[in-house]
Each structure stands twice: as structure tokens, then as C-alpha cells.
């Protein structure tokens, strides 16, 4: 009945870029998207790389019809007991799922397999036909999409809107659709449930599921390594600086609620969740979790016989006040985290988590009937982080992703042309051809540093000092040891070892220090507080215990007392003092170093070319910005109107090199009213503020570009094109920045589904490469209507890194693709603390590094008892803001 309207977009292959230009360019006031270079970069060596990227098609002749179901609130309603007022907070994915219960009902010829959701439209779809539905209009809407040879599917809304589904098999989750996602997959999934498309034209990305040598799966999401949730399972998880967390791990073989799916990709996917504090929101999501893995096999991770538990339920009680026997002491009890400690020497990731009630697994006769609990941890295996199952290390950089992505595509295949829905799969992946660019020379004072071709890395030597160290020779500064206990005479000698060394490789590296004081402390944070309040101090370095958490505290201080701080883990002090000598040690005693002089006013080292016209990316006159901005999170039963006057604040991050130096990066942080999206609101009012300071540094001239780095998913682009750019312009043409303002806008984005792969013949294949430092893709896998690129500036393990895309929004300097890769390439290299590069701008990376300083600082203000006075945003930024601290203001205290 809406056939006229269903016509597939032409062009279908810049389907995506289509639609964001149709929207970006809505207003022809606004700045318009960069357009793309028809002349390709060029670059001295290429490299081949393989991807996870395979092409789909549409077989000919085919006609795919689509019918769908409009869900009806009451549907769900009367089928659950409570009534309506119980459940009116209940989302849409939630409604959906309990939709298609009825939705089977009333077609016996489904089945779930065959079912998806919409959750935006709020409809259920099915690619089946079902018996007498056509005639049934009222009931039923049939959507009949032509498709060409090499289109995308579209569907679209009564608005002749172009609306793109994101339909997912509800054996493994329902995702809410992004802006620009093309359609394709929303009938592949009905084939297989391993797919997931790619935010560019119309190729597909294959994930790879993390398997071990051995087969065991190890799951995965996002990128990320998940400890709960395998088959083999992990014991324990290393936590910070060797410490142990603790996990309760479920068999994914036993027949529970979604077969193939781990315990944390389900909590997070079906339940509103909170992944900072380890449970779910609310009540509602609480009982849905505990119904829906009871009688989930499970194993409590730091036990050393595994002995299979049943799941009964989830507790809503906290572990912390929960009372376990006390290991030590006849008759007294204590909290779960302090059993932990004690009897098996590891700790609660979430200690206010959840509580599990488990039963022994051992049939029909119970050998001990009484309830026994556990807390409940839905933890992850980071990349690079160990877990052990065995008495073996486990990591993911054993896994051979390009391997499993082929084995997986061939399956895949097959299955396509099983599902007989009209589409084929190309049978090898997407090829690209990738540049690799030199690396720049590392200049400190007197001497130049060649960095590694492959790697990125680079060493100095003993003779090498810094270009500028930090003025600091009457510096007043200590040396504080924190020790988790009761301090011992160790503690001391070797806390006095550890500052004498510290204090001499300083000196080596040009910071003309006095000898530090030292003191090791007693009395917890009572006797740390007394310290900025009484002392004359100026930098202190906290020896602090990994299991002393007292980090945070010493930040707020240094906010409070305007002393600037550091913390070494003890543990790595002492591995220092132990063997000073080593590489390890060598290189630890370094980034400390580096870190002092950064924080305390210096500058390591800057980037330069000997060939002046690779040097034209870092131009003198330009001024590098990065922007990121996040939510805060609103606690339990807060009110936040009343509290600050608005929604819970949200910070922005920022950082540019507004210093005296080209290469000194600063920053700060700014709060503002949390929103819901990802737009700076006082964007203008913070890039007047920057504009100023580099002029006022640089001696009254003003920066002739500006180029900002800011992260963006692909959903936020229309939002930052029409509510931040615009304002970032006035802004310029506000400070006299030049006459036409010129800037570039850069959207930075982690992309979790693209891998990418030296790529090697098959009787090469166990020889494993890395990407050389400096690959950048800007071909073929990138949009084919925007300026976009992927870079690697380091070398990473093969398939394991997300590469960063960037993508130019804005550009009012027609620069080339060539100087934007060049010069974001540069970027990396001038963060000052470490001997490589980083992943993404050092811009950038400072402005999430701010962000993380202004949560840790406004979260005592957010959690404080709601009858304390309304605390407004201008208030917290005026009391709380770095550049409103005098002793603050120009060092880089993140460092």
C-alpha cells in the first residue's frame, strides 16, 4: 500500500553520505561538509591490508517483500500482572520483547528466529509471509522494496523520509538504530546473527569472536575481552597493579537464557545498567536480570576446585552489608569484601554490587541445603590484561582474529544461500591499500632522536636532557609513602631510595631540583590533609599502595590547596629500588621524570622534519584544540533540579597549545547541564577563552587556524554541524582571528567493528605481522563522499586495535587530505610523558584527561545528601575550574 513511496535512494552506495549532506546542508546559513579530495594522498611505501569487510549483493531478479507489525501498548499490558501503573516506566526494547510472545501467538506459522525488532518505530518485523495478512490492512502493513544489482535496502516513514532499520535477532539483542546505518543487515540477520554493518557505504564487518587456541570462546564485545561468561573458565582477573578481582563466571554451555551469549553483553544489552557501579538502575530492571538467569550454571571464580553451582536468584542486597563469617575470629562476622581480602587475597571490583544466591549443581540430592551467596561480578578482560585459568596466563594476544574472521565468513556464506532471501556474499574480504608515512624526528635540547619505522618508539640515552625543564630550583617538594598498613622500617629505607633515584635522573635530564623532603605517612588521610594544610609544600609525589584508594582525595586537595601532585604505585617504587638497572625500571624511572617536568611547568621534547616540507603540517601559527565532552550520571533517588538547579552536570574537556611554546599543551575543564547528546553548549564561549590565552602567551599574536579534534559518533555529526560549528566560527570572527576565521573541524571516532590486516598468502600465514606505525587507510573502507581517514601511529597487534577514524566536518582552509593525515600524525608524538605515540592527538587525549580530573572532582558535590543549598553550574565552574587557580592555571597537573 506505500509502494510509490518505497523507492531505493539513488546512488545507493552514498546512501550513508547522502543522507548526511541532505541534513547537514539543511540550512544554507550553516558551514557546509567538507568536501571530499579528488585527488587521492600520496605516499612513498604502500602497504596491502586485509579486512573483516565483506561485500553483500543483491541477487537478480529478486524482490525482498518486508511486513510489519505495529505493537500495541495493551498487548504487553494485560498479559502482565501489576497493571498498567507498574509498568508505565518500562522502555521500548522491553515492550517489544514481550510483543513478540504475543506476536508468536497469533502466528503459529513463526517462530522467534523468524521475528525482529524496530525499536525506534516501535514495530515488529518479519521477512516470512504470513496467510490472510495482505487483506488485512488495519492489522497489517506490507512493504514491497525494489532493489537494484548494487543498492542498499531502504525503508521508508509516511514522511518520505528515508528511515534505516537496525533489526537484531532476539537471540542476541535489539539495538536502537544509528542516524546513518544502512538497512542491509536487517535482512541478513536473518541468515546469521555474527553480522554487523558498517557505517560506510555497503560492505559488512564480520566480528570476530575471541576464541583461545585450544577453541574455548572467550567472548566479546565492543573490542573487549568479557571474563564472565566463558566456557573455560577464568579464575581471576588481574586488577590494578597485580591486585586480584574476584568473578563469578557462567558456563555459556549450559542451557540458559541465550545460548552463545556471556553474562555482561546480556546485562548490558537487555537491562538498563550501570556499568561504573556494577547493577542495574532500578527495580524493574533488577527483577528482570534475577528472572531471567535463574538456573544458569555457574563456578565462583576464586575457589580453587571448581565445584558447578546452580543460580537461584539475584539478591538486591548489597555485599558491603552483607555479613560473612569472619576468616580469623571465632563468631564474628564481616563484609564480603573484607572476607575476600583476607581468605583469598583478592578484591570486589564492585563492592556495593550485586549478591548471587547459588546452590550446589549436584542433582537431586543437595550434599549442603542451606543458601549460600556470593557477590556477583559482571567484569571484563581488558586488552593487554591477564587473566589466569589453570595456573595459566590467559590473554587476547594469542588469538589469530584473521583466522577466525575467514572460518567465520565461509559459514557465513553458506548460510546466506541456505536462508534464500536474495542476497550473496563475495567470497574474499575487502582489500585495501593503506600509506605508511615517516615518522617524525623527536628533537630534544641539542640532539635528535630517530624513531623506529615499525614501531614508533624511540630511547634516549643518559646525555639527553629536556628542550625546557621546569623552573624549579627552589622548588618546595616531598616525597610522601603511603603504605597500606602500619608502616615498617622497609617501607622507609626503601621510600628514601626511591626518591634519592628519582630525584637524580631529574638531574641528569636538565630539572636543576633540591633535595626532596620525606615523610612516610601514619595516619591515612587525616595526616595527608594535614600536610597541604600546614606545609609549605609545593609538588608532592605520593608512594601510594595500589590497595589504598586514596587517589582521588589527593586530587581534591590539590585542587583545594593549589599543590601539585603526583602517585607512583608502591609496588612499582620498590620494583625500581630493587633492580634500578633493568629495562623495566629504566623505562618507569623515565615517564616519572617526564611527568614531573610536564606537570611542574617544562617541556620534554618537541617533533621536527629535516625535509621543510613535511614540517609545513605543525604550522607555528596554528592553534590544535581537542574537545570531548561527558554526562554525569545522576545517583539514586537525587533530585537534580534541586540540587543544581538543572539536570545532573555534565563536563567538558579541552585542551589546546596555548602556552608559550608551540608544543606546550594545556587545558581545563568546564561544566555545563547534561543534556542527553553530545553538544557542547558553551562551545563558543570556550574557544574565545582559548583564542585569548594563546594570544596572551604567544606575545599578542593570535593564532591564523585552528584546528579542532572532537569525538563524535556517527550520529552526532548532524548536531555538531548545525550546534557547534556555527558558534565555533562567530567565535573566531569574535577573537579577530584573521579575516575568513579559518578552521578545521575533525570528528574523531573509535570504531569497534573494522579490523584491519597485514595481509599475507596462506603459506605465509604463520608468520604474524603488526601494522607499522604510521598506516593510514584513506581508501575503499572510508566513506566515498567525506573526508576520512583511519590511522595507526604506533605498531598494534594484529586485529586487536581499534583504529581511531577521523573525519573532516569542516574545513575552511582547503587543506589537502595529505596535510590533515600529516599533521594529525605529528599530534601524536607531543604528548611529552612516554617514549611512542599515542592513539589518537594529544589534544584530544588531554581533553578526556580533563574530563576524568573535572568528574573526579565534582563527584563529593553530586553525592552530597540533597538538603545541602543548590549548587549551580556557574558556581561549581568558578569554585572548581583549574584556570580560576592561580598555581594551577599554566601547568599541565594531568599530566
Known sequence: ??????????????????????????????????????????????????????????????????????????????????????????????????????????????????????????RIYTLKPIPGSEEDCSFWQQYHVDCDSDANLSIFRNSEEPFELHLKDLKRKVNIATLYDATLESFVNTAANRACVVKKDKYFTLRDTCYQKDGNPMADEKGQVFITGCKSTVERVEGPNGRHWAALAVDVDGNWFHKGQNLLEYCMDSVPFCKEKGLPRDLLAFEWLSKSLRGATVFVAFHRKKDPYSLIALLNVNPSTFRFPHPSIPNRTTTAAHYLTTKHGIDLQYPEGLLAWVAHDTGPKMLNPRPIYYPLELLELAPHQRGWSGGKSITDSDIDRETLVRGMASNYRSQIRKADIGLEMTPHPLEVTAGHMKAPEIVYDQKRITVNAETGEWDLDESVK??????????????????????????????????????????????????????????????????????????????????????????????????????????????IVQDPNSAESHKSIEHIVMKMNIKLGGLNNDVTFRASKLGESLKPTSLFLGLTLKNCETPMHMKPDRRFGGP???????????????????????????????VIKPIDKIVRDICMRATEAREGRGPEEVVIYRTLEDYDYSKAMNEEVPYIRQALIDSHIGLSANFIYIAVTIDHNVRFFPKTEDEDRSKKRNLLAGTVIDQTAVSSGLKQFYLSPYSTPVGTTHLPRFTVLADTTGSSLDRVVRMTYDLCFLHQTSTQPLSIPTPLQMAVDYVKRGEVLVKPVIEKDIKEQKITIDTLNSTLKLSNAVNLRDKRITA
Not at 590533609?529 to 606545609?535: E, L, Q, S
Not at 575543564?669 to 542527553?676: A, E, P, R, V
Open 1 to 122: 500500500m506505500h509502494a510509490k513511496r518505497l523507492n531505493v535512494l539513488a546512488g545507493a552506495q552514498e546512501v550513508s553520505t547522502s543522507k548526511v549532506r541532505t541534513v547537514l546542508q539543511a540550512d544554507e546559513r550553516k558551514i557546509s561538509v567538507a568536501e571530499k579530495n579528488t585527488k587521492p594522498p600520496r605516499y612513498r611505501t604502500t602497504v596491502k591490508l586485509s579486512t573483516n569487510l565483506y561485500e553483500l549483493k543483491i541477487a537478480e531478479d529478486n524482490d525482498i517483500v518486508a511486513y510489519s507489525y505495529c505493537v500495541q501498548c495493551t498487548d504487553y499490558l494485560q498479559r502482565r500482572s501489576g497493571g498498567v501503573r507498574d509498568y508505565q516506566e518500562i522502555d521500548k526494547a522491553r515492550k517489544l520483547l514481550s510483543a513478540v510472545e504475543v506476536f508468536i501467538r497469533k502466528t503459529p506459522e513463526l517462530t522467534k528466529s523468524d521475528v525482529f525488532c524496530d525499536v525506534a518505530a516501535n
Open 466 to 575: 629536556f628542550v625546557n625543564p621546569a623552573p624549579v630550583s627552589e622548588l618546595n617538594w616531598a616525597v610522601l609513602v603511603v603504605p597500606a598498613g602500619n608502616p615498617v622500617r622497609r617501607h622507609e629505607l626503601r621510600g628514601q631510595e626511591f626518591a634519592n633515584i628519582i630525584w637524580e635522573q631529574a638531574k641528569r635530564r636538565g630539572m636543576s631540583l633540591p633535595e626532596p623532603k620525606f615523610h612516610v605517612v601514619h595516619n591515612g588521610t587525616l595526616e595527608i590533609k594535614r600536610f597541604f594544610a600546614t606545609t609549605a609544600v609545593e609538588f608532592f609525589v605520593f608512594v601510594m599502595s595500589a590497595s589504598v584508594k586514596y587517589h582521588d582525595y589527593t586530587k581534591i586537595l590539590e585542587r583545594e590547596y593549589q599543590a601539585i601532585t603526583q602517585t607512583v604505585t608502591l609496588e612499582n617504587a620498590f620494583i
Open 648 to 678: 545532573t552536570p555534565g563536563v567538558v574537556g579541552y585542551a589546546a597549545n596555548m602556552g608559550g611554546h608551540q608544543s606546550e599543551f594545556l587545558g581545563d575543564f568546564n561544566y555545563q547541564y547534561s543534556t542527553g547528546f553530545n
